[in-house]
């Protein structure tokens, strides 16, 4: 059975909302159109991550929350697109969050605006739910054209060679082992995830429902489907978790993330945690048939296992980014307001009141503290003669917000990006100072 119709386009072209009986032929479309080797090999892994959303148990996502553009004369598939409901927190404060995933169009209905009239509705569908923001990965410059601003670090990390990885002296017994987590581990995800993530501006919470899911929801060959290791003491005692994918990635052996607990450091763990990606990694190598060069720590920009053991890690492999979009700009402000209070009170400007507009040129926001209190925030809209306090072309804002560049970066970045003073520029400095986050979305 059909879902409902959302919108009718020339050439018998339909938009409507999929539901669970799409499965099988959202599957096959999305494992030829989005595989790297072309048509003639589909990546059946993307097929089966898509039965999975729409037929599993994912403990966010329902079939109702896909759209799909068919030809109706004869029922096939020519677009779709998804969202994905998550929450995120901003260093400790929750929102919600709608990933837009699988977004595709048949080339031969290219440049008809199919993927636009879908971003449209699950902007809509997203709005409906409360989330504060869209994220989304995908190719460069394309979802700009939506609203959407690389405003945030995805990935990033560094190389080891084999040969540059400690080795264990003779006679000497690993202080960790590793072992796949368990439904039973799942306390642990919930209780400690958060002492783990520290420091990052932005992290994508989970639920125990949720931990469940990525420990044994997904099928075997899901193409989002990860490795969760827990990683345990002599006492057998958990210490911390590391996440692989089920597979090399290119000639590399990857490690997305990992986390570690009080009770030990990762001087003491990252040793054995290298040693353990790379016999696994050689693993992969021998069951494929490929090589494996050596590891690729994907932890972000930083992390510190780069900088206890930098001769071990002698690559640097920069971030790519997050698309990120955020359509009522002074409602998420607003909802981040505690975090920015905080900053401003260890800053060298606590007890600061005065407004401060920011203009974007075609819009702005009005800022409003109150002795270190944001008591306003509000829609501004600039004018021929007045451009604000700070002015930030496009969406270069975002970056600021979600902590990827700091206010002097954007502006040396962007010429048309500035203050009007030296107070304006520290008050920036102050609020939206440049934070790393690696943040592991839900999928």
Not at 36 to 59: F, I, N
Request: net charge negative; with cysteine; glycine share 10%.
């Amino acid at each position: 059975m059909n879902g409902g119709i959302i919108k009718a386009f020339d050439d018998n072209l339909v938009l409507r909302t999929a539901t669970a009986a799409d499965a099988n032929k959202l599957a096959e479309f999305n494992a030829w159109i989005h595989s790297d080797d072309g048509p003639e090999k589909p990546e059946q892994t993307l097929g089966v991550w898509t039965r999975d959303l729409l037929l599993g148990s994912h403990p966010t996502f329902k079939p109702g929350l896909t759209t799909i553009v068919e030809d109706s004369s004869n029922g096939m598939v020519v677009s779709t697109a998804l969202i994905i409901p998550q929450v995120w927190a901003y260093e400790g404060i929750p929102f919600g969050v709608g990933r837009p995933e699988l977004i595709a169009t048949h080339p031969d209905y290219r440049g008809r605006g199919l993927v636009r009239a879908q971003m449209d509705t699950l902007h809509e569908w997203s709005a409906a739910l409360g989330h504060k923001m869209q994220a989304i990965t995908g190719i460069p410059w394309f979802y700009r054209q939506f609203g959407y601003e690389m405003g945030l670090d995805l990935g990033g990390g560094r190389e080891a060679y084999h040969a540059s990885i400690p080795a264990l002296k003779p006679g000497e017994i690993e202080n960790y082992t590793f072992r796949p987590a368990t439904l039973d581990d799942v306390p642990f995800f919930v209780s400690n995830y958060g002492l783990t993530t520290q420091g990052e501006r932005l992290v994508c919470l989970r639920s125990s429902e949720e931990w469940a899911y990525e420990i044994a929801g997904k099928s075997i060959d899901n193409h989002n489907r990860m490795v969760i290791l827990m990683i345990e003491n002599r006492d057998k005692r958990p210490v911390g978790y590391a996440v692989h994918p089920q597979r090399l990635s290119g000639r590399l052996m990857e490690l997305y993330f990992a986390g570690i607990t009080g009770e030990s450091t990762w001087h003491a763990v990252t040793p054995a945690l290298l040693r353990h990606l790379q016999s696994t990694g050689n693993d992969y190598a021998q069951r494929s048939g490929e090589v494996c060069d050596g590891l690729y720590l994907s932890l972000g920009p930083t992390h510190p296992i780069y900088e206890i053991f930098t001769s071990s890690l002698p690559k640097k492999r920069n971030p790519y980014a997050w698309y990120v979009r955020i359509a009522n700009l002074p409602d998420f402000i607003s909802t981040i307001a505690p975090v920015m209070e905080k900053r401003l009170l260890q800053s060298h400007l606590r007890g600061f009141s005065g407004e401060v507009r920011l203009s974007f040129y075609r819009s702005g926001v009005r800022l409003v503290f109150d002795d270190g209190r944001l008591s306003g925030c509000e829609v501004w809209q600039p004018g021929p003669e007045e451009g604000g306090d700070a002015r930030f072309p496009d969406l270069t804002f975002l970056s600021l917000l979600c902590g990827r560049r700091s206010f002097r970066e954007l502006e040396n970045c962007f010429p048309d990006c500035f203050a009007k003073n030296d107070e304006t520029a520290s008050l920036l400095n102050a609020l939206f100072p440049a934070q790393p986050s690696n943040v592991w979305g839900i999928e």
